[in-house]
Structures are given as C-alpha cells and as structure tokens.
C-alpha cells in the first residue's frame, strides 16, 4: 500500500469534501480516504498495481474538483495558488459589491424611504443579472458537480435559493405586472456568501501557520566542502557524507554530526526549548536550527524527506489532516443534512401557499431563507479548524501530536505510566558504593564488573566502566545479556556474574545481603558481582530523578490523573525513587516484556498512557490508549509516540493533556453554536414567529448571518492560539 496527499481546490463546504471522499473511496484499489475541509487536502492510502495516483486525481475532477499531489508539488507553488484562490474569490466579491450596492440602495433603501426610482424593476434586472451568472456561476457548477454524484453541496442551496428569487422576479417583470420582484436578494445574497467565503478562506488560512513558519525554515543553500575547497550549492544537491560548513547566524542546512568546531544552536523552532544547546565534535545537529556564535563543520546524515525537519513537518500535516472520533457525528450530519434542507424549503413552500394561504412571493420568500441560512459549512468546520490549531500550537511548544484521535483520547485519561530510567530519572546513573565481600578488593570488584559490562550497551553499563577509567581490564568472551536480571561473560577460566538477587539465586550462588536493603530505601540499583560459584562484592548505583518530575507528577494530580511508576527495579529501591518523584502507585521488578500486560490491566479501569523513552518501552507504547515518547525527536520515538515531547521535559505531559482538553473544549464549543445556529436559524428562517410578531427573516439577513457562522467558527478555534498550556 502507498500513501500520497493531494492538495484540493474548489472546496466550498463540508459537503464537497463528503463528495470527494465517497468518489475515492468507491475508487478500485483506494484503501482509506480522509478529505479535509479545513486544509483542502486529502489523504489516500491505495493500492499502487490496481491504481494510480493520476487517477485519483482524475477521480477528484471527475467529482467537479481540482488536485495535484501535493508530496511533489514545489510548496512555494502551492501557496500561491492558494493566494490565487483567494485574491479570485476577493476579485468575484468585489465584481459583485459594485452591482449588489446599488441593488440595495434602490430595491431596499429608497423604497423603504418611499423615494421613487424610475424605471427601477429594469434597472434592479440589470444589476442582479451579472451577478448571478458570473459570480454566481460557480455555485451552478457545484449543484452540477453534486448532482451528477447523486447528493447536494452548499452550492445547491445557493444556486436553488438564488435562482428562485432571480427567476420569479424574472417572471414578474415581463410576464405578470404587480406581482413583487426580489433582484437585489439574489444579488445581495450571492455577494454576502462570497465575502463570507473570502473571509473563512483568510481566517482557515491562519489555522496552518505553524506548517508554514516550520516550511520556512529550511534553507535554500548550503556550504559543503570538495576538492578542499568551500562551494555553495543548492539544498537539494547536498548528499550524506557531505561536510558542510555553517557560519555564526546561519541556519544549518540538514542533519549531521560535529566533526569540527565549537558552538551553540538555537534548536527552539524544533524542540520549542529557548535556551541555545552546546555542540561539540560528536555531537548531532539538525536541519533548520541557527548556529549562533561559532563555525561549525558536520556530516551530512540525513538529507531532504529524511531530515528531522521534514520529519516533523510531515507528521504534523498528517496529523492536522486527520479525523478525530468526535469528527464522526459532523460528517454523518453534513452527510444527509442539504437533501433535508431542500425538503423542509419545499415542505415550507407548500405549507405557507396551500395551508395557510400566503401569498407565492410570500411562500418563496420564506423558503429561500430556510434555503441560505442552513449552511452546513460551520458544523464540518467545526472540529478539523480545532484540531489543526491545536496540533500546530503544540508543534510551537516542543509537543508532537500524531493525529486528531490522539488529542481526543488524551482528556479523557484516567491513569499515567512512567517508566523510570531516563524518564523519572535523568537516565545518566553513576556508582556511588563498591563493596568487597570477604577478602576481595574494591579493585578486583570494579575490574570484573567493567570487564564484563564494556560488552553491554546498558545505561548501568556506562557507570561502571566509567567508574573504571584507569583500571586495566580483562578480555571478557561470551557476553550474555539475560533481560530482567542481569549478564555474565567468561574471563579467563571462570565464569562471571552481574545482575540482582534472582540472578544470583539462578545460579544457586550466596550472597551476604546485609547492607544491600540500606542501599536500595535510599534509591539505589544494587548489583552483585559474582566470579564462579562466589560473590565478591556488591555494586550501588543512583541515577538521580529530575528536577521537574515532582513537580510534573503533582500537576499530573491536579488534573485528576492517577499517576503509577513501572520499572525492573525491586521494590525498596522502586519506592525510594517513587516517593522522591511524589507517586505512590508503584510496579517494581517488571521484565520489559511485561510491562505492557501492567498497561492492559489498568486499561480495564480506564484510559491509560505510558511515558516512555520509545525505544526499549516500544511494546508498553504501543498497548496504551496513548504512548507519550520522551525522544528530543528521535526516529524511533517519532514512530512509536502518539505523542512524543521533544523537549524530553515531563512537564510537557500534563501540557498535551491541558492542550488535549482545550481543543476538546473548542470542537465541543464550535459544535454547539453551529447546532444551535441551524435548530434556531431554520424555524425562524420558515417563518415560525410571523403569526405571532409579524417578523419575518429576511433572506439577506439569513446569507449575512450564513456567511459569518463559519467564520466564527474558525476564529473560536483561533483563539486556542492565544492560550497558555
């Protein structure tokens, strides 16, 4: 299966983008289709032998639309034709003010002052007529497009309302004099839809801010090194291996490694950490940060799609691109919602002319409101505007989010798991005791331990041989790692053990355990080291928990959450930590492949997320309602966080979740008004209060109000902007 994105144009309301989305899905060999709305974008995933993405494409102008893919695509050109988009939809707002005005002015105003105007019907004739087969003519190829797929747009109740007004006042002028005309609604009406369409296009626009700010600071060029000398050539034509040179100020070109130079990176617009991090030879850098005050010479490792830059800016467009589950009950309301609508406004005309005899204008009138007023585009906006601003608010501040479903999920969570190392603690654990037992040395300890463990890429490992610097080593052969409980290797003749208690009693070898509870309630992994069928000493190690885990935990608190610690540690040690960080719920001596049975238990209480580093707490990730990956946007982390925090800060954990519950708040706001515009807005629209006020809504009014719903929708999901997480 392959995966392409296709940008759209054409998109009027959340009914096109139903019709584009039925039209693929019904393709032969399109697996999944998700069109959204609020970014003109569809996403395919399709079958490449049955079909091709030409076709799709084909399929998408079929349904009456426009698409090219968007992966190839130059995204300078994709901008501006979006710009072009919107400066025509400006240029048809406009056309139709000039002549909509003086519609207005003659065909409301002066009537309503009781001015006369000569020869006014003809006049008013003349400058509805322009309106409604120029600018209006889009909305006749929508309804047309709709109907050859067998459904209604918001561009059949426009062309249907309009072309009611247009045509009976046509009739009116020339075939039945008396009879009242309504030109100017028709002109009024379509100019009123598109400014509302100009203004929810801009308003839209703002919602993709962060893609853009992201795209944009890639570089153009780079400085590279061949043939011993400095060249500048384009981004595109840098390979992996390249050495690449960047200058104090500028921006660093693609992701490498240091291999020469000193410096400081602004990598904020990546992890949304302001504070410059110190490079050095080794070191990683990454596309799209600043070097800020020295040169610096890299390694070119990864290059254009591959780079954590693009990395990121692909997972944040498919994440603004998916649905979430609440998305759902919009999509299936949109879905049936037009046809309804045209059935009330003829169940509306019908009733006024022939139950209660009103007049024809009076019966047309009246339907046309119902007609214009019930728009469904506020509703389909609803939730992707929300989720789009949410997700890119998150990206600003060092948050991934991977998709709509995960930002739903995460406020609705009852428990939170972290695992310890590196997520608790700080992940660099150091030794702080060697004790010899019997006539063993703290030498003789240390030795056969960092021989063993310089096989070992445990974070445990590091400590020790660290420990050993200036010790000379023993040659270890056979090193075994054995999960859970600890390895060996041989050196020389005998066979050596480092692990904790249970691997001492598998291999049926005595331990004096005094002093080793001491250790472990202040905290400590205690080791024992074991030479044949005897212990020779003990080893203590600490790895200090951060300074922001307790103060994360007690937030995590606040809002509600139940807070648990999972770790292969034994219990006194588990706890020590546990209660320095502030939890109290603790799972200890846990094999890694177990920790994902502890998720799925408490996941019979619950919702559950585990925090994890994403690499060895894959599985445990991927069993939670949401894997929060703590990887400063490693690959790895990216691939197996629903959310991954590339901070690597745990109080961005109780961010994602108040952001989760702000958007969440958002849809739930923009759904209600959206809901309650249409319940409230139809029955007044048909007239409901007329025979107890004699108010009538009027058609303009109901386009003016129809245009502004949804672009109050996109500014309420704007304003998510402007919160602080």
């Known amino acids: 299966m392959e995966k392409t994105e296709l940008k759209i144009t054409g998109m009027h309301c959340a009914s096109c983008a139903a019709i584009i989305d039925r039209s693929l899905r019904k393709t032969l060999g399109v697996a999944q289709s998700n069109v959204n709305y609020a970014n003109a974008n569809a996403y395919v995933v399709f079958d490449s032998s049955k079909v091709s993405a030409t076709e799709l494409i084909r399929t998408v102008e079929k349904a009456g639309y426009k698409a090219q893919i968007s992966d190839s695509a130059d995204a300078g050109k994709q901008e501006e034709e979006q710009r072009k988009e919107l400066n025509q939809t400006f240029a048809y707002f ?26 006014s019907s003809y006049i008013l004739f003349l400058l509805a007529t322009p309106v409604q087969f120029y600018v209006g003519w889009q909305f ?35 075939f039945s004099n008396g009879m009242e005309q309504y030109f100017e609604i028709s002109a009024i009406l379509i100019t009123l839809v598109m400014m509302g369409r100009y203004l929810e296009a801009r308003a839209k626009g703002k919602t993709s801010e962060a893609i853009k700010k992201l795209m944009g600071l890639a570089p153009k060029n780079a ?25 104090p100020g500028e921006r660093i070109a693609v992701d490498g490694t240091v291999v020469e130079g000193i410096s400081s990176v602004d990598e904020s617009m990546i992890t949304g950490e302001s504070m410059p991090v110190d490079k050095k030879k080794g070191d990683n850098v990454y596309g799209g940060t600043i070097n800020k005050n020295g040169s610096l010479h890299f390694s070119a490792t990864k290059i254009g799609a591959n780079t954590t830059l693009s990395k990121i800016i692909n997972l944040i467009k498919e994440a603004q691109g998916t649905k979430a589950p609440i998305q759902r009950f919009a999509d299936v309301i949109s879905a049936y919602f037009v046809p309804i609508v045209i059935g009330l406004a003829v169940l509306n005309f019908l009733a006024w002319y022939f139950v209660f005899g009103g007049t024809v204008s009076f019966a047309m009138i009246t339907s046309v409101a119902i007609l214009v007023i019930a728009c469904p585009c506020a509703l389909g906006l609803a939730t992707p505007t929300a989720i789009m601003v949410g997700v890119g608010k998150g990206a600003s ?18 428990f939170i798991v972290f695992d310890k190392t590196g997520t608790i603690t700080k992940g660099v654990p ?99 080291v074991a030479s044949g069928k005897n212990a020779i000493g003990l080893i203590a190690v600490a790895d200090e928990i951060k300074e922001s885990s ?15 610690m999972i770790t292969g540690d034994n219990e006194r040690t588990a706890k020590a930590i546990a209660a320095k960080a502030g939890i109290r719920n603790v799972f200890a001596s846990v094999l890694p492949e177990d920790k994902a049975k502890h998720v799925k238990e408490l996941q019979k209480k619950g919702k559950v997320a585990m925090v994890g580093d994403g690499i060895n707490d894959a599985p445990a990730l ?19 966080g629903n959310i991954v925090l590339m901070k690597n800060d745990l109080l961005d954990v109780a961010r994602a979740i108040r952001l989760s519950k702000m958007t969440m708040a958002k849809i739930k706001q923009n759904m209600f008004w959206a809901m309650v515009y249409n319940v409230l807005g139809i029955p007044i629209a048909a007239g409901i209060l007329y025979p107890f006020t004699g108010w009538l809504l009027s058609p303009v009014i109901a386009g003016g109000a ?14 998510l902007k402007g919160k602080r997480i």
């Open 706 to 719: 129809m245009a502004l719903s949804s672009v109050s929708v996109v500014t309420n999901s704007l304003l």
């Open 622 to 640: 991927a069993a939670a309602d949401i894997g929060i990956a703590m990887g400063s946007g490693t690959d790895v982390a990216m691939e197996t």
């Open 140 to 174: 006749y190829r929508g309804a047309w497009a709709s109907l050859r797929n067998k459904t209604a747009s918001m561009d059949t109740l426009i062309a249907v309302g309009t072309s009611a007004a247009y045509f009976y006042s046509v009739y009116a002028l020339f």
């Open 94 to 119: 406009l056309f139709g003010l000039v002549f909509a005005i003086p519609a207005f002015l003659i065909g409301m105003v002066f009537m309503w002052l009781g001015i006369p105007v000569p020869y």
């Open 397 to 414: 501040n060092g948050i991934l989010i991977r998709g709509g479903e995960a930002l739903e999920t995460a406020h609705k969570l009852k």
């Open 223 to 247: 400085t590279v090194i061949r043939g011993k000398k400095e060249i500048l050539i384009a981004i595109d034509e840098v390979l992996v291996g390249d050495v690449v040179v960047v200058k």
């Open 550 to 564: 307790p103060r994360a935990v007690a937030e995590l608190r606040s809002l509600g959450l139940e807070v648990y």
């Open 430 to 528: 150091e030794v702080t005791d060697v004790i010899p037992f019997g006539r063993n040395s703290v030498e003789k300890v240390l030795t056969a331990a960092a021989s063993v463990e310089k096989s070992s890429e445990h974070s445990l490992a590091d400590a020790i041989v660290r420990k050993a610097l200036g010790l000379k080593l023993t040659k270890a052969v056979n090193f075994k790692a054995i999960p859970g409980l600890g390895v060996t290797a041989k050196i020389g003749k005998e066979n050596v053990y480092l692990g904790n208690m249970k691997l001492m009693a598998d291999k049926q070898i005595k331990v004096d355990s005094s002093g080793i509870h001491s250790l472990e309630e202040q905290g400590k992994t205690v080791m024992m």
